[in-house]
C-alpha cells in the first residue's frame, strides 16, 4: 500500500510537470509571434535605400550637365522646391518624386496578389540639431500596412548646410 500512494504521487507530478510545460510553450510561441509581427532595421530595406540615393538621376543643375545621384537630388529638392532641371526644364522635387515612386513600385511588388501587402515611405529635411522634427518633404504609400513588416531609416547629411533628410521607409508583409 505504501509504495503505490508514492507511484501514484510521482505519477501526479509528471503530470503537473508536463501541464506546466505545455502552458509555458503555449506562451513562449504566442510572445514569439508577437515579436516577429513586427521589426526595425531591416537590411533588405537599408540596402534598397543606399542604391536608390547613389543612382544616377535625370538631372543636371548646370552647362556641364554633370548629373546628380539620387541623394543629390533630393538635397536640392528639400534646400529649394521650385528649382528646375536641364535639360528636361522638370522641377527637381518633380522628377525626385517621379524616379523615387517608379524605383519603389519595381523594388517592392506590393499588392492584394503579392507576399508584400504595401509600404510606406516618409521624407523628411530636418535643419539644424533637432532630429526629431523636420518638413515633409515627399510620401509614398501602396496597399495596407498591418501585421509584419520590415523597416529602416537612411539619413543623408547636407554637406553646405547644418540640414539633413530623413526617409523612413517600411514595407509590409
Known amino acids: 500500500m505504501i509504495e503505490k500512494k508514492g507511484q501514484e504521487e510521482a505519477v501526479g507530478f509528471v503530470a503537473i510537470v508536463i501541464i506546466v510545460s505545455i502552458v509555458l510553450l ?6 514569439l509571434r508577437q515579436e516577429s509581427s513586427s521589426s526595425t532595421g531591416s537590411l533588405d530595406v537599408r540596402q534598397f535605400l543606399e542604391s536608390t540615393y547613389k543612382t544616377t538621376s535625370e538631372c543636371s543643375l548646370d552647362q556641364s550637365f554633370s548629373y546628380l545621384d539620387m ?8 534646400r529649394n522646391s521650385g528649382q528646375e532641371c536641364l535639360p528636361s526644364g522638370e522641377k527637381v522635387c518633380d522628377l525626385f518624386n517621379k524616379t523615387f515612386s517608379t524605383m519603389i513600385e519595381s523594388a517592392w511588388n ?10 510606406i515611405a516618409e521624407i523628411y529635411y ?21 501585421g509584419g513588416y520590415a523597416a529602416d ?5 547636407d554637406s553646405s548646410s547644418r540640414g539633413s533628410i530623413k526617409t523612413v521607409l517600411k514595407i509590409c508583409s
Request: proline residues 0%; aromatic residues 8%.
Open 126 to 146: 530636418q535643419t539644424g540639431s533637432n532630429s526629431s522634427s523636420g518638413n515633409l518633404i515627399a510620401r509614398f504609400e501602396k496597399g495596407k500596412c498591418g
Open 110 to 119: 506590393a499588392g492584394e496578389d503579392s507576399s508584400l501587402k504595401g509600404y
Open 71 to 78: 541623394d543629390g537630388l533630393l538635397i536640392e529638392c528639400g
Open 153 to 157: 531609416e537612411f539619413i543623408i547629411r
Open 26 to 31: 503555449f506562451i513562449l510561441g504566442i510572445v
